[in-house]
């Protein structure tokens, strides 16, 4: 239930379901296919309804802040008429980085789940700043929960083909 703002809200999440994983694979799958944008996609869905889906789009709109978790916040936002996403989950591809991890927080989203680690993409050269998500929730206090390591073969698996493509920029 919902207090007022301000007030401590506790909220058991559902539990999360593969086929709204596979939506944010199906999305990163398209910037692999293409070697654009890099390996990553993201879902929202609240009451067992998608909200939204995005993937990485840094590259073709030349904003350095369009990851796929902001993506599909601000979509989920316009579609909902508002900036506060409590009761909704975020379904990533891998652990989102810490400018993603805020904008979760501070769109009120109840939880994360995601595949793949931020250290499997740093790996493949992404400027990614290490911190984990454990220690932001730490950090900043937040009541997000967090699900790691969900469907992570098949998220692994985008970075494996991710690597195949020659010549592509890290985004």
């Known amino acids: 239930m919902r207090k007022s703002a301000g007030a401590a ?5 559902a539990p999360p379901e593969k086929k709204y994983m596979r939506i944010a694979i199906k999305e990163a799958t398209a910037n692999v296919k293409a070697c654009a944008g890099g390996p990553f996609g993201a879902c929202i869905i609240k009451d067992g309804k998608v909200i939204s889906k995005a993937r990485n ?7 350095s802040t369009c990851h796929a978790e902001i993506n599909a916040i601000r ?10 996403l409590f009761g909704c989950m975020i379904y ?12 979760i ?7 994360i789940v995601y595949g793949t680690k931020i250290a499997n993409v740093e790996k493949l050269g992404f400027n990614e700043m290490s911190i984990s998500n454990t220690t932001m929730k730490r950090l900043c206090k937040s009541r997000v929960a967090i699900i790691p390591g969900f469907l992570q ?8 083909n991710w690597k195949k493509c020659n010549g592509s920029s890290t985004y």
Do not use: Q, Y
């Open 105 to 111: 927080h501070w769109a009120r989203i109840d939880a």
């Open 75 to 84: 979509e989920a936002c316009r579609k909902l008429g508002t900036f506060d």
């Open 57 to 63: 789009t840094v590259l073709s709109e030349n904003d």
């Open 9 to 13: 809200v506790k909220k058991k999440s």
């Open 153 to 160: 073969g098949e998220c692994l698996a985008l970075i494996k």
């Open 92 to 103: 990533s591809t891998t652990e989102p980085c810490p400018m993603c991890f805020s904008a």
